[in-house]
């Protein structure tokens, strides 16, 4: 995409590249290019109502928390008394198998490896790899 982008905005290769259109191919070009335009300054003009709303209700809060005496550092330290949420401790191996005399385990989340699924595959129940106590 960056080829066709630098074609569009440097002038010379612009017209190299166009030089065998017709005027009237070069108008429908011209004609969707202004489309585009227009479809892009619509929506920085919602994007821009947007965020004068988004602004303007910031500002009428915040003047609400100035007319209760209250200011902005007094939620800060709200703010940062929240604790950071706790990482989940990792999930035990429920599937178990020996190969070439390496103990693979798997916890029966996310996918299958590979060896599990190639014993799968030729006719074994993944029952069959269950590690002791866990079902």
């Known amino acids: 995409m960056s080829d066709f982008l630098d074609i569009l905005t440097h002038g ?3 017209k190299a590249a ?12 011209a004609a969707k290019l202004d489309k585009v335009i227009v479809e892009k300054e619509e929506e920085a003009k919602a994007e821009e109502a947007a965020n004068a709303e988004r602004n303007a209700r910031i500002a009428e809060i915040l003047a609400q928390i100035e007319n209760s005496g209250l200011s902005i550092e007094d939620f800060g330290d709200v703010a940062a008394a929240k604790p950071a949420p706790k990482k ?20 029966g989340q996310g996918r299958m490896p590979t ?17 002791p106590g866990m079902e």
């Open 115 to 131: 060896v599990f699924k190639n014993q799968v595959d030729a006719g074994k129940s993944i029952n069959d790899f269950l590690i």
């Open 18 to 29: 166009v030089k065998e259109l017709t005027a009237d191919e070069l108008r429908e070009v």
């Open 12 to 14: 010379r290769r612009f």
């Open 88 to 107: 989940r401790a990792p999930r035990p191996p429920k599937y178990q198998i020996t190969v070439d005399g390496e103990l693979i385990q798997w916890t």
